[in-house]
Protein backbone atom coordinates (compact mmCIF):
# COMPACT_ATOMS: atom_id res chain seq x y z
CA UNK A 1 0.00 0.00 0.00
CA UNK A 2 0.39 3.52 -0.13
CA UNK A 3 3.39 4.78 2.16
CA UNK A 4 2.88 8.42 4.16
CA UNK A 5 6.27 9.68 5.49
CA UNK A 6 6.05 12.89 7.76
CA UNK A 7 8.88 15.34 9.16
CA UNK A 8 10.39 16.27 12.06
CA UNK A 9 8.56 13.65 14.00
CA UNK A 10 8.70 16.36 16.94
CA UNK A 11 9.13 20.15 16.72
CA UNK A 12 9.62 22.47 19.85
CA UNK A 13 9.30 26.33 18.74
CA UNK A 14 8.76 29.24 20.95
CA UNK A 15 5.62 31.37 20.55
CA UNK A 16 6.03 33.40 17.76
CA UNK A 17 8.12 31.66 15.44
CA UNK A 18 7.14 30.06 12.23
CA UNK A 19 7.47 26.06 10.60
CA UNK A 20 7.16 24.00 8.15
CA UNK A 21 5.86 20.61 8.23
CA UNK A 22 6.95 18.18 5.35
CA UNK A 23 4.57 15.15 4.04
CA UNK A 24 5.74 12.80 1.29
CA UNK A 25 3.90 10.10 0.09
CA UNK A 26 4.99 7.00 -1.92
CA UNK A 27 2.47 7.06 -5.16
CA UNK A 28 0.11 9.07 -6.69
CA UNK A 29 -2.80 10.01 -4.98
CA UNK A 30 -5.91 11.08 -5.70
CA UNK A 31 -6.70 13.77 -2.04
CA UNK A 32 -4.60 14.91 0.55
CA UNK A 33 -5.91 16.06 4.27
CA UNK A 34 -4.20 17.97 7.05
CA UNK A 35 -4.80 17.15 10.50
CA UNK A 36 -5.01 18.86 13.63
CA UNK A 37 -4.98 16.18 16.90
CA UNK A 38 -4.82 18.34 19.76
CA UNK A 39 -4.08 17.66 23.45
CA UNK A 40 -7.72 16.59 23.87
CA UNK A 41 -7.57 13.93 21.12
CA UNK A 42 -9.79 16.12 18.74
CA UNK A 43 -8.70 15.06 14.53
CA UNK A 44 -9.65 18.80 13.86
CA UNK A 45 -9.51 19.49 9.89
CA UNK A 46 -7.38 21.90 8.28
CA UNK A 47 -6.92 21.34 4.42
CA UNK A 48 -8.40 19.06 2.22
CA UNK A 49 -5.73 20.10 -0.43
CA UNK A 50 -4.82 17.02 -3.50
CA UNK A 51 -3.23 19.64 -4.93
CA UNK A 52 -2.26 23.85 -5.00
CA UNK A 53 -1.80 26.05 -2.43
CA UNK A 54 -4.82 27.24 0.66
CA UNK A 55 -4.48 29.53 3.53
CA UNK A 56 -6.39 29.72 6.40
CA UNK A 57 -5.22 32.51 9.21
CA UNK A 58 -1.99 31.67 10.25
CA UNK A 59 -1.84 28.11 8.24
CA UNK A 60 -1.19 27.77 4.52
CA UNK A 61 -0.80 24.49 2.94
CA UNK A 62 1.18 23.13 -0.60
CA UNK A 63 0.93 20.48 -2.70
CA UNK A 64 2.86 19.36 -5.31
CA UNK A 65 1.30 16.15 -6.43
CA UNK A 66 3.68 15.56 -9.21
CA UNK A 67 6.10 15.45 -6.90
CA UNK A 68 4.66 13.23 -4.04
CA UNK A 69 5.02 15.88 -1.32
CA UNK A 70 2.87 18.00 0.96
CA UNK A 71 3.99 20.85 2.90
CA UNK A 72 1.95 22.72 5.93
CA UNK A 73 3.10 26.08 6.98
CA UNK A 74 2.51 27.58 10.35
CA UNK A 75 3.57 31.10 11.23
CA UNK A 76 3.68 32.93 14.48
CA UNK A 77 2.81 29.94 16.39
CA UNK A 78 0.30 29.92 19.67
CA UNK A 79 0.53 27.77 22.47
CA UNK A 80 -2.71 26.87 21.18
CA UNK A 81 -0.74 25.26 18.38
CA UNK A 82 0.33 22.31 20.17
CA UNK A 83 -0.36 18.66 19.61
CA UNK A 84 -0.10 16.20 16.52
CA UNK A 85 -0.11 17.20 12.61
CA UNK A 86 -0.92 14.45 10.63
CA UNK A 87 -0.88 14.35 6.82
CA UNK A 88 -3.50 11.69 4.98
CA UNK A 89 -3.23 10.52 1.64
CA UNK A 90 -6.14 8.95 -0.60
CA UNK A 91 -4.16 6.26 -2.83
CA UNK A 92 -5.99 3.30 -4.50
CA UNK A 93 -8.65 2.66 -1.92
CA UNK A 94 -11.18 5.45 -0.99
CA UNK A 95 -9.90 5.88 2.36
CA UNK A 96 -7.18 7.31 3.75
CA UNK A 97 -3.88 6.75 5.01
CA UNK A 98 -2.10 8.36 7.56
CA UNK A 99 1.33 9.83 8.42
CA UNK A 100 2.84 8.66 11.75
CA UNK A 101 2.39 12.50 12.33
CA UNK A 102 4.27 15.85 13.34
CA UNK A 103 4.50 16.51 17.28
CA UNK A 104 4.86 19.90 17.82
CA UNK A 105 4.72 21.89 21.18
CA UNK A 106 4.47 25.71 21.35
CA UNK A 107 6.10 26.92 24.33
CA UNK A 108 5.12 30.65 25.65
CA UNK B 1 -24.97 20.25 11.89
CA UNK B 2 -23.32 18.20 14.81
CA UNK B 3 -20.90 16.46 13.00
CA UNK B 4 -19.84 13.08 13.50
CA UNK B 5 -21.14 11.58 16.88
CA UNK B 6 -20.03 8.46 18.71
CA UNK B 7 -20.94 6.92 21.95
CA UNK B 8 -19.77 5.75 24.28
CA UNK B 9 -17.01 8.57 24.84
CA UNK B 10 -15.57 6.13 27.19
CA UNK B 11 -15.58 2.85 27.54
CA UNK B 12 -13.95 0.47 30.70
CA UNK B 13 -14.94 -3.10 30.45
CA UNK B 14 -13.17 -6.09 31.52
CA UNK B 15 -11.43 -8.80 29.28
CA UNK B 16 -13.93 -11.33 27.69
CA UNK B 17 -16.69 -8.50 27.77
CA UNK B 18 -18.40 -7.42 24.65
CA UNK B 19 -18.34 -4.12 23.60
CA UNK B 20 -20.25 -2.14 20.81
CA UNK B 21 -19.14 1.35 19.63
CA UNK B 22 -21.94 3.54 18.04
CA UNK B 23 -21.30 5.95 15.29
CA UNK B 24 -23.71 8.83 13.39
CA UNK B 25 -22.62 10.03 10.03
CA UNK B 26 -22.74 13.49 9.02
CA UNK B 27 -26.26 13.84 7.19
CA UNK B 28 -25.84 13.38 3.52
CA UNK B 29 -22.16 11.75 3.60
CA UNK B 30 -22.35 8.29 1.83
CA UNK B 31 -18.90 6.92 3.09
CA UNK B 32 -18.64 5.64 6.49
CA UNK B 33 -14.97 5.07 7.89
CA UNK B 34 -13.53 3.23 11.38
CA UNK B 35 -10.45 3.99 12.62
CA UNK B 36 -8.60 2.60 15.48
CA UNK B 37 -5.22 5.16 17.25
CA UNK B 38 -2.60 3.34 19.20
CA UNK B 39 0.84 4.38 19.94
CA UNK B 40 2.39 1.71 18.56
CA UNK B 41 0.52 1.44 15.09
CA UNK B 42 -0.91 5.07 14.66
CA UNK B 43 -4.12 5.52 12.96
CA UNK B 44 -5.06 2.78 11.08
CA UNK B 45 -8.40 1.88 8.96
CA UNK B 46 -10.80 -0.69 10.67
CA UNK B 47 -13.30 -0.90 8.20
CA UNK B 48 -15.32 1.53 5.43
CA UNK B 49 -18.52 1.50 4.31
CA UNK B 50 -20.10 2.98 1.07
CA UNK B 51 -23.93 3.58 0.30
CA UNK B 52 -23.53 1.28 3.74
CA UNK B 53 -22.18 -1.31 2.28
CA UNK B 54 -19.10 -2.63 3.48
CA UNK B 55 -16.15 -2.48 0.89
CA UNK B 56 -12.70 -3.09 2.70
CA UNK B 57 -12.52 -4.98 6.44
CA UNK B 58 -8.84 -6.09 5.57
CA UNK B 59 -8.32 -3.88 8.71
CA UNK B 60 -10.34 -5.77 11.03
CA UNK B 61 -7.60 -7.53 13.26
CA UNK B 62 -9.79 -10.64 13.69
CA UNK B 63 -12.56 -12.23 13.89
CA UNK B 64 -13.49 -10.73 17.20
CA UNK B 65 -14.61 -7.33 15.26
CA UNK B 66 -17.50 -6.54 13.45
CA UNK B 67 -19.06 -3.86 11.74
CA UNK B 68 -22.46 -3.31 10.86
CA UNK B 69 -24.54 0.13 8.66
CA UNK B 70 -28.10 -0.85 9.10
CA UNK B 71 -28.83 2.34 7.57
CA UNK B 72 -27.23 5.45 6.24
CA UNK B 73 -27.51 7.42 9.54
CA UNK B 74 -26.23 4.97 11.89
CA UNK B 75 -22.99 2.44 12.52
CA UNK B 76 -21.81 0.34 15.09
CA UNK B 77 -18.66 -1.45 15.76
CA UNK B 78 -18.68 -4.88 17.92
CA UNK B 79 -15.83 -6.41 19.95
CA UNK B 80 -16.60 -10.13 21.29
CA UNK B 81 -15.02 -10.93 23.28
CA UNK B 82 -12.67 -7.89 24.39
CA UNK B 83 -9.17 -8.36 24.98
CA UNK B 84 -6.46 -6.06 26.71
CA UNK B 85 -4.84 -5.46 23.41
CA UNK B 86 -7.97 -3.52 21.81
CA UNK B 87 -7.46 -0.44 24.03
CA UNK B 88 -7.53 2.17 22.19
CA UNK B 89 -9.44 5.26 20.75
CA UNK B 90 -12.25 4.39 17.94
CA UNK B 91 -12.25 6.93 15.88
CA UNK B 92 -15.91 6.95 13.16
CA UNK B 93 -15.26 9.25 10.19
CA UNK B 94 -17.84 10.02 6.97
CA UNK B 95 -17.12 11.60 3.98
CA UNK B 96 -19.30 12.76 1.01
CA UNK B 97 -16.91 12.20 -1.30
CA UNK B 98 -14.57 15.24 -0.82
CA UNK B 99 -12.84 15.46 2.68
CA UNK B 100 -13.30 13.28 5.49
CA UNK B 101 -14.67 14.10 8.80
CA UNK B 102 -13.94 12.68 12.42
CA UNK B 103 -15.73 11.84 15.11
CA UNK B 104 -14.47 12.73 19.03
CA UNK B 105 -13.89 9.11 19.15
CA UNK B 106 -14.16 6.34 21.92
CA UNK B 107 -11.35 6.04 23.87
CA UNK B 108 -11.71 1.93 25.23
CA UNK B 109 -9.88 0.83 28.24
CA UNK B 110 -9.93 -3.47 28.26
CA UNK B 111 -9.14 -4.43 31.97
Known amino acids: GIQVEQSPPDLILQEGANSTLRCNFS?????LQWFHQNPWGQLINLFY???GTKQNGRLSATTVATERYSLLYISSSQTTDSGVYFCAVEGGRRALTFGSGTRLQVQP | DAGVIQSPRHEVTEMGQEVTLRCKPISGHNSLFWYRQTMMRGLELLIY????????DSGMPEDRFSAKMPNASFSTLKIQPSEPRDSAVYFC?????????FGPGTRLLVL
Open chain 2, 93 to 101: ASSPGTGWY
Open chain 2, 49 to 56: FNNNVPID
Open chain 1, 27 to 31: DSVNN
Open chain 1, 49 to 51: IPS
